[in-house]
Nanobody, 123 residues
Framework: QVQLVESGGGLVQPGGSLRLSCAASGRIFSINAMGWYRQAPGKQRELVAAISSGGSTNYADSVKGRFTISRENAKNTVHLQMNSLKPEDTAVYYC?????????????????WGQGTQVTVSS
């Protein structure tokens, strides 16, 4: 099986910064896309940023220029650097990882979610 552990959420004032991290572990053969999503109260979960195995990135319009996604392939880890945070960025942030895992001698695709980490932007 594959597990994700997220870290880095918390309370920050408007204009502040936070860095989220998500580490995948287990019988991983390869990781393709890694991404961050968020869900605010009463709203649907939305994509914040994603990064492919080749390093191509995709951002929601609302975070472009403020957030940066990066990955450390050797550590199966993805980061989200969030700068110039706004109150509307307040949400639970979820990590999502897609890839292939070993089970016995066979390979299976996986698509898993982290447990979520709260980000609150408030003065």
């Amino acid at each position: 099986q594959v597990q994700l552990v997220e870290s880095g959420g918390g309370l920050v004032q408007p204009g502040g910064s936070l860095r989220l991290s998500c580490a995948a572990s287990g019988r991983i053969f390869s990781i393709n896309a890694m991404g961050w999503y968020r869900q605010a109260p009463g709203k649907q979960r939305e994509l914040v940023a994603a990064i492919s195995s080749g390093g191509s990135t995709n951002y929601a319009d609302s975070v472009k220029g403020r957030f940066t996604i990066s990955r450390e392939n050797a550590k199966n880890t993805v980061h989200l650097q969030m700068n110039s945070l706004k109150p509307e960025d307040t949400a639970v942030y979820y990590c999502n990882v897609e890839g292939k895992r070993w089970e016995g001698r066979a390979l299976y695709e996986f698509d898993i979610w982290g447990q979520g980490t709260q980000v609150t932007v408030s003065s």
